[in-house]
Nanobody
Framework: QVQVVESGGGLVQAGGSLRLSCAAS????????MGWYHQAPGKQRELVAV???????HYADSVKGRFTISRDNANNTVYLQMNSLRAEDTGVYYC???????????????WGQGTQVTVSS
């Protein structure tokens, strides 16, 4: 019943910027953790950035200083501002939301379908 949808991907030149958006909807009580994963061609999916409800953010070493994650808790939305993009940033970006659907202390992980980012060199 929970749906996660990403948007904002596209084609950009190296050194350029993109802003990805992810909105969660459905039976949501809270989202303690919401983040972004990257899957480059031929590689496994890996964490890019994650943000908690309290505003604590964590980043992969490869994107520190270039990407910024932010959350709009009122709208169950998370953003990823991507600056100084490199060719190796190319791939599919997936949004993840660890959703609590009731007052019960149980969380379920939900994934979006992904949005393609292509950085030309």
């Amino acid at each position: 019943q929970v749906q996660v949808v990403e948007s904002g991907g596209g084609l950009v030149q190296a050194g350029g910027s993109l802003r990805l958006s992810c909105a969660a909807s459905g039976s949501i009580f809270s989202i303690p953790s919401m983040g972004w994963y990257h899957q480059a061609p031929g590689k496994q999916r890996e964490l890019v950035a994650v943000a908690t409800t309290g505003g604590i953010a964590h980043y992969a070493d490869s994107v520190k200083g270039r990407f910024t994650i932010s959350r709009d808790n009122a709208n169950n939305t998370v953003y990823l501002q991507m600056n100084s993009l490199r060719a190796e940033d190319t791939g599919v970006y997936y949004c993840n939301a660890d959703v609590q659907t009731s007052a019960q202390p149980v969380q379920y992980r939900h994934w979006g379908q992904g949005t393609q980012v292509t950085v030309s060199s």
